[in-house]
């Protein structure tokens, strides 16, 4: 851990007093740097976790904050109009990224360096402040998630933990908007190269030809844009989860379209683990912003309460409120795994009208149990305020497979121009000759897409998870994952 103060001795009855030690304040302002996000225009990400922290709190007003050398600066205020930023000292902001524990302040009256801060003293009269520090993971404090109310309050530790998980999905969107700045740069450093190439075979060839060379580096340009964008969506690759094996594949189908197809396994308390896949209705830009809320939403939600109705509903209620997400819906599986002590793992699969998963294993006759596993009930996502999603509770043992899809592989035709549609996935599945497995079943799809005259005319996203026998079971687990862009002879597995 970075130490970035010391304490001086308080008086009695008083918190303790840090100050900030030089050469860590330095190496924290880099940090800062480091993430380029000072004075950045407003992102519906942070204002969506401010106005997530004053409702799971009860508060008129939640900010997120990063501290400069000598200013504390607001990237989202709810509930505090017309302050873009205020003075670090004395500050509640700059007092609390000198700890590692979030910062409880019942009453801001009784504090010495709080009573002060403007806030405080001034118009609004801020009496109670709870501030949970932005910490990279290498130890810098880049600034705070804060809670305020006007009158004294006190929280449970519960609360507290909560609000150090929302300071964490702060730094989870820092981290991912730094990464999608560093590719953005990449991308146009290299545009900039081939647009001199470009040009120096404009000046020796003729004009119809530097016109199509150009056009060509356009195309490719779009192409490269939107799987850039689409990576930024998809988790970089499946976790390793102990005790099951996991594969995904993702195709998009179009190079130039970004999908609305998404999926992803994460882990939460208690040795548990959910996972979901989902469909946001059309493609390209604002199908994206979609995926990109409806991701953001799923996990966050499931850290706060993991019912997977109650994750489709916050869901739901988000995307109807958050305008940023248009007219648009999405179909949504929402599961969660939590570990069995004689082996496998209880699955809870909550549906928001999507396609149903399978569950497999081999049966005596050499051929495959199939079972659909379809909650009755569960509507679309985002479609209706009042949408009710509906739940199921099964056991996945020893040498069982769950299979997740999107609508792109069953509406896939066959040579007979009609839909391989849900008998004719239920069927395939069923006739499989080979081991029910997660990576198996991906692969197996995979090559049935490929064997259809026209391939998949959708965006189709797999998720499949299985749990093997003890005695083929490797360490720790198997994360297989699959990423394609465009064509089946793209596919590649790492």
Same mark, same amino acid.
């Given at each position: 851990?970075?130490?970035?103060?010391?304490?001086?001795?308080?008086?009695?009855?008083?918190?303790?007093?840090?100050?900030?030690?030089?050469?860590?304040?330095?190496?924290?302002?880099?940090?800062?740097?480091?993430? =380029?996000?000072?004075?950045?225009?407003?992102?519906?990400?942070?204002?969506?976790?401010?106005?997530?922290?004053?409702?799971?709190?009860?508060?008129?007003?939640?900010?997120?904050?990063?501290?400069?050398?000598?200013?504390?600066?607001?990237?989202?205020?709810?509930? *505090?109009?017309?302050?873009?930023?205020?003075?670090? =000292?004395?500050?509640?902001?700059?007092?609390?990224? *000198?700890?590692?524990?979030?910062?409880?302040?019942?009453?801001?009256?009784?504090?010495?360096?709080?009573?002060?801060?403007?806030?405080?003293?001034?118009?609004?009269?801020?009496?109670?402040?709870?501030?949970?520090?932005?910490? %990279?993971?290498?130890?810098?404090?880049?600034?705070?998630?804060?809670?305020?109310? !006007? +009158?004294?309050?006190?929280?449970?530790?519960?609360?507290?933990?909560?609000? @150090?998980?929302?300071?964490?999905?702060?730094?989870?969107?820092?981290?991912?908007?730094?990464?999608?700045?560093?590719?953005?740069?990449?991308?146009? @450093?290299?545009?900039?190269?081939?647009?001199?190439?470009?040009?120096?075979?404009?000046?020796?060839?003729?004009?119809?030809?530097?016109? +199509?060379?150009?056009?060509?580096?356009?195309?490719?340009?779009?192409?490269?844009?939107?799987?850039?964008?689409?990576?930024?969506?998809?988790?970089?690759?499946?976790?390793?989860?102990?005790?099951? #094996?996991?594969?995904?594949?993702?195709? %998009?189908?179009?190079?130039?379209?970004?999908?609305?197809?998404?999926?992803?396994?994460?882990?939460?308390?208690?040795?548990?683990?959910?996972?979901?896949?989902?469909?946001?209705?059309?493609?390209?830009?604002?199908?994206?912003?979609?995926?990109?809320?409806?991701?953001?939403?799923?996990?966050?939600?499931?850290?706060?309460?993991?019912?997977?109705?109650?994750?489709?509903?916050?869901?739901?209620?988000?995307?109807?409120?958050?305008?940023?997400?248009?007219?648009?819906?999405? !179909?949504?599986?929402?599961? *969660? *795994?939590?570990?069995?002590?004689?082996?496998?793992?209880?699955?809870?699969?909550?549906?928001?009208?999507?396609?149903?998963?399978?569950?497999?294993?081999?049966?005596?006759?050499?051929?495959?149990?199939?079972?659909?596993?379809?909650?009755?009930?569960?509507?679309?996502?985002?479609?209706?305020?009042?949408?009710?999603?509906?739940?199921?509770?099964?056991?996945?043992?020893?040498? #069982?497979?769950?299979?997740?899809?999107?609508?792109?592989?069953?509406? @896939?035709?066959?040579? #007979?121009?009609?839909?391989?549609?849900?008998?004719?996935?239920?069927?395939?599945?069923?006739?499989?000759?080979?081991?029910?497995?997660?990576?198996?079943?991906? #692969?197996?799809?995979?090559?049935?897409?490929?064997?259809?005259?026209?391939?998949?005319?959708?965006?189709?996203?797999?998720?499949?998870?299985?749990?093997?026998?003890?005695?083929?079971?490797?360490?720790?687990?198997?994360?297989? !994952?699959?990423?394609?862009?465009?064509?089946?002879?793209?596919?590649?597995?790492?």
């Amino acid at each position: 851990m970075v130490q970035h103060a010391s304490a001086t001795d308080p008086a009695p009855g008083r918190r303790p007093e840090l100050v900030p030690d030089p050469d860590a304040e330095a190496a924290r302002s880099a940090a800062v740097r480091r993430y =380029d996000i000072l004075d950045t225009p407003p992102d519906g990400a942070f204002d969506r976790v401010a106005a997530m922290a004053a409702r799971l709190f009860d508060v008129p007003v939640a900010t997120v904050t990063i501290v400069d050398t000598d200013r504390i600066w607001f990237k989202a205020a709810h509930g *505090l109009e017309g302050v873009a930023e205020i003075g670090r =000292d004395p500050g509640l902001c700059g007092s609390a990224i *000198l700890r590692d524990e979030t910062m409880v302040i019942p009453d801001t009256l009784q504090d010495p360096v709080a009573a002060d801060n403007p806030l405080v003293a001034g118009e609004m009269g801020v009496r109670f402040y709870a501030a949970a520090p932005i910490t %990279t993971p290498d130890g810098h404090r880049l600034g705070t998630v804060n809670v305020l109310d !006007t +009158r004294p309050r006190s929280i449970t530790e519960e609360d507290t933990a909560t609000l @150090a998980d929302l300071a964490a999905i702060v730094l989870d969107e820092m981290e991912l908007r730094l990464s999608a700045l560093r590719a953005l740069r990449d991308e146009q @450093a290299r545009r900039k190269a081939e647009k001199r190439h470009a040009e120096a075979e404009r000046a020796r060839a003729e004009a119809e030809r530097a016109a +199509r060379e150009k056009a060509e580096e356009d195309k490719a340009a779009i192409a490269a844009f939107a799987s850039t964008l689409q990576r930024t969506l998809l988790p970089p690759a499946l976790p390793v989860v102990p005790g099951l #094996e996991l594969a995904c594949h993702y195709r %998009t189908a179009s190079a130039h379209d970004v999908g609305g197809d998404f999926y992803d396994v994460f882990p939460l308390d208690g040795g548990r683990w959910a996972f979901f896949l989902g469909d946001v209705c059309g493609k390209g830009p604002e199908a994206a912003t979609v995926t990109a809320l409806a991701r953001h939403t799923l996990r966050a939600a499931a850290q706060i309460d993991a019912d997977p109705v109650t994750v489709l509903s916050a869901l739901n209620t988000m995307l109807l409120t958050d305008v940023t997400a248009g007219r648009r819906f999405c !179909t949504v599986l929402f599961g *969660l *795994l939590e570990p069995r002590e004689d082996g496998g793992f209880t699955v809870t699969v909550a549906t928001g009208g999507h396609p149903p998963a399978y569950h497999l294993r081999p049966d005596d006759s050499d051929a495959v149990w199939v079972r659909a596993v379809r909650p009755e009930g569960g509507m679309l996502v985002g479609a209706f305020p009042e949408a009710c999603f509906a739940r199921t509770t099964f056991s996945l043992t020893a040498g #069982e497979s769950l299979f997740l899809y999107t609508d792109g592989l069953i509406e @896939a035709r066959t040579a #007979e121009g009609a839909m391989l549609g849900d008998h004719g996935l239920t069927g395939f599945l069923h006739q499989r000759t080979g081991p029910v497995t997660a990576p198996s079943l991906v #692969e197996d799809s995979i090559t049935l897409l490929a064997s259809l005259p026209d391939g998949a005319g959708d965006d189709v996203a797999l998720l499949a998870l299985s749990v093997p026998h003890p005695d083929t079971t490797p360490d720790g687990g198997i994360a297989a !994952t699959v990423h394609t862009a465009a064509a089946p002879e793209h596919f590649g597995q790492e």
